[in-house]
């Protein structure tokens, strides 16, 4: 941090270290670990819903970490959170147009929202404060934090992929969501893709200037707008493997599938995880491979998600399907393939979980980075590690290309994949991973952290100057 600024974090759903047990995706996770390593204060939604939201945000202090939180009345549950933010804004940044509806109504209480959260941190925000703000569901923050006379470096970082301008234009009012952007003084993508997506829609749409150091110039106003991939807490999530709670599961889960492989998926219930692909391709594993019938298990670990989203309920309902199906298909009296389990664990009992599979499954259709990938990668044992099978739509997979990387599409190609890392050798196993698990532990989620904020405080630095320039002219 710059001197004794401090550092305020502000995303829409906050992981207070009580709730620790479980994590709903890597935002939480990311989020929680920048903030132990450099302390501060964490705004945002309490995750309650109360017939009236309160004006007041709640308070909790834990360790270096001061929560304020504030609760949603019902309906901007309704129209913010399920409605712009998740049926708006999520399937669009996650290329599916076939997806996204647009509501005039919610888009209103989506704006209406980000300026009372806005009001509401504005009384407990210092001089010397870094304001940084997470996620799809606080575009417009930084602008209101800005009506309201705020001058703080302001930060943007986007966990969803950023969509390419000719899916964007689709949305009403688009140039309105991308001009409310330009408030901050960085924005940071998970990959260069995302970055090239959102400079193209600046050149094309919004006749910007863009400069080769990664500053955009358009509505009156110069940012800068760079890749920073998100991390893991390398180090703490290997050692979570050799917690006696990680061991104790791994145990039990181990003894239960009696010497057959596992193949293991973590994936909160939503169409961008490629769920009902991934099991038609376990499907044909299990078709075109017969040698793994009564061999292997596909741990499936899928904790609810936005349920009251009907997109959501549809997944569901479509996985839940698709594993009976298989698993009708194929079981023996001793033996089901697919171990379909419909509820969220822990982060210690995953990373026991992660250990004792063979291969790791990470096959989204879209995803900003997909953690899930990074963690297992970091929970193999280093003399006997099993193999990642990533998809090439994972935000990771511009890092991790030693894993098995495939189109998640191409369900017969992802069932060779499966195979070869189920036949892979010692030797190659153990160079894929240590070659990826280096690359893990130079870009942990404290070099995120650091990065972006370095980063926040040269575009502050470079904005103020090409401000006085412009005005000088
Ligand atoms: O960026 C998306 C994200 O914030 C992820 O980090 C996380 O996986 C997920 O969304 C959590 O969604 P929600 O807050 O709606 O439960």
């Not at 509505?219 to 104790?248: H, M, N, S, W």
């Not at 009251?308 to 569901?316: N, T």
Request: charged share 25%.
């Amino acid at each position: 941090m710059n001197g004794s600024g401090r550092l305020v974090v502000v995303s829409n759903r906050v992981t207070q270290v009580t709730s620790r047990k479980v994590l709903a995706g890597g935002l939480a996770a990311g989020v929680l670990a920048a903030l132990r390593e450099s302390g501060g204060i964490w705004f945002g939604w309490s995750g309650g819903i109360t017939d009236q939201s309160s004006p007041e945000p709640n308070h909790a202090t834990n360790g270096k970490i001061t929560y304020l939180t504030c609760d949603l009345s019902r309906r901007d549950f309704e129209e913010y959170y399920n409605g712009f933010s998740n049926r708006t804004l999520w399937p669009l940044f996650h290329y599916r147009l076939d997806l996204t509806v647009f509501d005039r109504l919610q888009y209103e209480s989506y704006l209406r929202v980000n300026r009372h959260f806005a009001t509401r941190l504005l009384p407990y925000l210092e001089e010397d404060d870094t304001i940084w703000v997470h996620d799809y569901h606080l575009i417009p923050f930084a602008e209101e934090l800005r009506k309201m006379g705020v001058d703080a470096p302001l930060g943007f970082f986007l966990h969803t992929p950023f969509p390419p301008a000719d899916l964007l234009v689709a949305l009403p009012r688009h140039e309105k969501l991308l001009r409310a952007l330009f408030a901050y003084d960085l924005i940071g993508f998970q990959t260069e893709n995302d970055v090239r997506n959102f400079r193209d829609y600046i050149k094309r749409e919004a006749n910007g200037k863009l400069d080769g150091d990664g500053s955009c110039t358009a509505f009156g106003r110069t940012i800068q707008v760079k890749a920073f991939p998100i991390g893991i807490d390398t180090e703490d999530f290997a050692a979570l493997t050799e917690t006696p709670e990680a061991k104790r599961q791994r145990h039990i889960l181990e003894k239960s599938v009696m010497e057959r492989d596992i193949i293991i998926g973590v994936d909160r219930t939503d169409y961008s995880k490629g769920l009902p692909n991934r099991l038609k391709a376990f499907e044909l594993l299990l078709e075109n491979y017969p040698v793994n019938r009564g061999r292997v298990h596909l741990l499936q670990i899928t904790p609810p998600s936005r349920e009251h989203v009907p997109e959501y309920v549809e997944i569901q309902t479509e996985v839940e399907g698709l594993s009976g199906h298989i698993n009708g298909r194929f079981a023996e009296f001793d033996w089901v393939p697919i171990r379909y389990i419909h509820k969220a664990y822990n982060r210690r009992i995953l990373a026991g979980f992660f250990r004792a599979a063979r291969v790791g499954l990470v096959t989204p259709l879209r995803d900003g980075m997909n953690l899930v990938a990074k963690e297992y990668v970091a929970a193999q044992d280093p003399d006997d590690p099993g193999v990642l099978v990533l998809s090439k739509f994972a935000g990771a997979a511009r890092q991790m290309d030693r894993a098995l990387i495939v189109n998640p599409y191409d369900v017969n190609q992802v069932a060779d994949a499966i195979q070869v890392a189920l036949e892979m050798p010692l030797d190659e196993r153990q160079a894929r991973w240590r070659a990826m698990m280096d690359d893990l532990r130079r870009h942990d989620i404290d070099h995120w952290r650091r990065t972006f904020i370095e980063e926040l405080h040269n575009a502050r630095v470079a904005g103020e100057a090409s401000q006085r320039r412009a005005l000088s002219a």
